[in-house]
């Protein structure tokens, strides 16, 4: 978890700035969103309960009352006496008129014309005179400027907090968009640098759910986990900051919560990523078996497997449902409801606290740091909660995390941009031998050479090892010895794309890849004109295709060129190896599944192709390579022939027979 968190940061402090940014916008808005209560104190306790503070009788006074003019205790200089001091007190919704101080405050009622008041075993008793709401208006009336001053500076605080909300999140979100969007782009480029054999072991529905699902899950994290929590911990410091300066002591009865927070998370990180774990294992695999299916659907159909594949698809969804139920029942009872346990609990002792000073328990607070108290206690179970409910995301996110970076740290071999001058085209194997496993080697000792220009055709029964020696010529793998040079460099001491780079392939299914005509050519490649690709379609002899396609090389080609048949798609990729001009070209069975009609077209497409490059053919039909200048006859792995047509024909040996047989003529070997 260590390793996967710290590389999710590094991510994020590729973009620190931003992230920066959002979050001082996020302190300024928490700071003056978070003054709202001790504003709400201010205005009850100074000028709404404010006015229960003691009045002293004086001339030229604030408010007059009975004849008589008074200020506020708070509000004048100078000492009083007791005799010049009154007190109005609230029962209720009326007030009382009290002459003289009031020695303590508690639990107050009134009867007979005489104010009680009541604070544990003690009691005083008061004359009290009820007012009117126009007498007590006059002394509210001076509290409402100061009021309407502190409601207009609310206003403003709530416009200032709003304004810094939306910057945070554009902010946030924005950097949280584009570390998603490195982080693909890495995974992607990864892809391109892993060996053949990564792909071999691995179902292509698995890989691309780490590349899409799972950095989706990655991309929550930025976007909404992260916002939560750095938003929920500015927020959880300014409530216990401001808490602090209403009272230390409660203060720190509420950080309590802290620690139970962390244990929390603790406690459901252990089984939440269990399940987490298994959930994406299974989202993986029927990814994997959604793609296989929908690449065999014609096979499926053809052999009437329609529902033994749909009972194995559910058999997986099951239990990825299953897993995905044990998790919800874990967020079940450990969020909302647990949550809610601790918010009765917390406000149960708030109560005990503040209402119990009126019977000798607790302490007794002005109205004012009451309500503070509440509305911050209840602010900070706001952030509680959105760190409770992101705890199921941020357990897939780092799960997904794992996942992702399980793929990036496979071994690969990082593209570079090294360039080498054109190969003359001299290619020479030199006892080379190779096995895909170790110690089942299906090349032996393979010696031979080709000089510019010349063709070389590869022959034999399948699993001879035709298209390895290909595989390794190209090096999607590597042999284990002997050697290979091309210009008498062993293209070991080269990296894979300075070798690749002058080489071209046609395989026996042509890729076609979405897009167009034209960028399938020149798989998108600046530096190929739209009038070399013209060219080159119709030097393979796919003018007649041009002309029936309404768009021309802009005619859309779906996934795979499923809309053209395989004779076009293979005109298409004879164009493709033509306009980038290799000097080394390998033909895999081009003619393998083509018509006998498409065939003289698809010959006709391969001398020109061919024409000044050094080409290597894998050819199941010999008849397409009589004018080969080497036929080599694969055997298990080793070469059991080598010569021209004429001379094996001579020979009368393996390549003699599988001749005859594909002609139906041994009775004439002159053939």
Not at 13 to 21: D, E, N, V
Not at 499 to 524: C, K, W
Request: hydrophobic content about 40%; proline content about 3%.
């Amino acid at each position: 978890m260590n390793d996967v968190g710290k590389r999710l940061y590094q991510y994020a402090t590729q973009f620190k700035r931003t992230i920066l940014l959002s979050l001082f916008f996020l302190t300024i808005a928490a700071a003056a969103e978070l003054t709202g209560p001790f504003i709400a104190k201010t205005m009850i306790d100074n000028h709404i309960i404010g006015i229960e503070q003691p009045w002293i009788e004086q001339e030229d006074g604030d408010v007059s009352y009975g004849g008589r003019e008074y200020v506020r205790a708070d509000r004048m200089d100078g000492e009083w006496s007791d005799e010049e001091e009154v007190n109005l007190l609230q029962i209720g919704l009326t007030y009382y008129f009290i002459e003289g101080a009031v020695a303590f405050d508690g639990e107050r009622s009134f009867e007979d014309g005489e104010l009680t008041i009541t604070r544990g075993e003690e009691e005083a008793i008061y004359p009290a005179v009820p007012m009117s709401q126009t007498e007590i208006y006059q002394f509210f009336q001076q509290e409402i400027p100061f009021l309407l001053m502190l409601m207009g500076g609310y206003f403003i605080l709530i416009i200032i907090s709003a304004i810094f909300h939306y910057y945070q999140s554009f902010w946030l979100q924005t950097s949280a968009n584009r570390i998603i969007k490195k982080m693909r782009e890495d995974v992607f480029a990864k892809i391109h640098e892993l060996p053949i054999q990564y792909f071999d072991g691995q179902p292509t529905g698995k890989i691309v759910s780490k590349i899409t699902n799972d950095t989706e899950a990655i991309r929550e994290l930025y976007v909404r986990v992260l916002a939560t929590f750095f938003t929920s911990i500015i927020y959880m410091i300014g409530i216990f900051t401001a808490l602090f300066f209403l009272d230390s002591r409660l203060a720190l009865a509420t950080l309590i919560l802290v620690p139970i927070l962390i244990i929390w998370m603790i406690v459901y990180r252990k089984f939440a990523g269990k399940y987490n774990r298994i959930i994406r294992e299974k989202l993986s695999d029927i990814n994997g078996r959604i793609n296989e299916n929908i690449q065999g659907m014609s096979i499926v159909q053809a052999f009437g497997r329609e529902k033994e594949v749909s009972e194995e698809f559910e058999q997986l969804n099951q239990e990825h449902f299953k897993y995905n139920n044990k998790l919800l029942t874990l967020n079940a009872m450990t969020s909302f409801n647990l949550l809610n346990l601790f918010r009765n609990i917390g406000f149960v002792a708030l109560i005990w606290y503040f209402g119990g000073g009126s019977i000798g328990v607790g302490m007794v607070f002005s109205l004012g740091v009451v309500y503070a108290f509440v509305d911050y206690l209840n602010r900070l179970f706001e952030p509680v909660n959105g760190i409770v409910n992101q705890l199921a995301q941020l357990e897939e996110a780092r799960i997904a995390g794992e996942r992702v970076f399980t793929l990036m740290d496979e071994p690969g071999i990082p593209l570079t941009g090294g360039q080498r001058s054109r190969f003359h085209g001299d290619v020479a194997f030199e006892d080379v031998s190779f096995a895909y496993e170790e110690d089942q080697l299906v090349l032996k000792h393979i010696t031979f050479s080709a000089k510019k220009g010349e063709t070389v055709a590869f022959v034999g029964h399948t699993g001879s090892g035709k298209s390895s020696i290909m595989n390794i010529l190209f090096r999607f793998y590597d042999h284990q010895t002997g050697k290979i040079t091309v210009d008498g460099i062993d293209i070991h001491t080269m990296t894979k794309q300075e070798l690749r780079e002058h080489m071209a392939i046609v395989l026996q299914d042509p890729f076609l890849f979405t897009g167009t005509i034209a960028s399938n050519v020149s798989m998108n490649d600046p530096k190929i004109s739209r009038q070399q690709i013209i060219e080159a379609l119709e030097k393979v002899g796919a003018s007649d295709l041009l002309r029936t396609l309404p768009n021309g090389i802009d005619e859309e080609v779906n996934e795979k060129g499923s809309t053209l048949s395989s004779g076009q798609r293979q005109l298409i990729s004879f164009a493709r190896a033509l306009v980038f001009n290799p000097p080394i070209l390998i033909l895999d069975e081009a003619t393998a599944n083509i018509d006998t009609e498409t065939e003289e077209v698809i010959q006709r497409a391969l001398e020109v192709v061919k024409e000044g490059r050094t080409t290597f053919i894998i050819a199941h039909r010999l008849s397409t390579i009589r004018e080969a200048d080497q036929i080599l006859v694969l055997n298990r792995g080793e070469i059991a022939e080598q010569g021209d047509h004429q001379q094996l024909m001579d020979v009368q040996g393996r390549y003699y027979h599988m001749y005859q047989l594909q002609k139906g003529a041994m009775r004439d070997p002159a053939s």
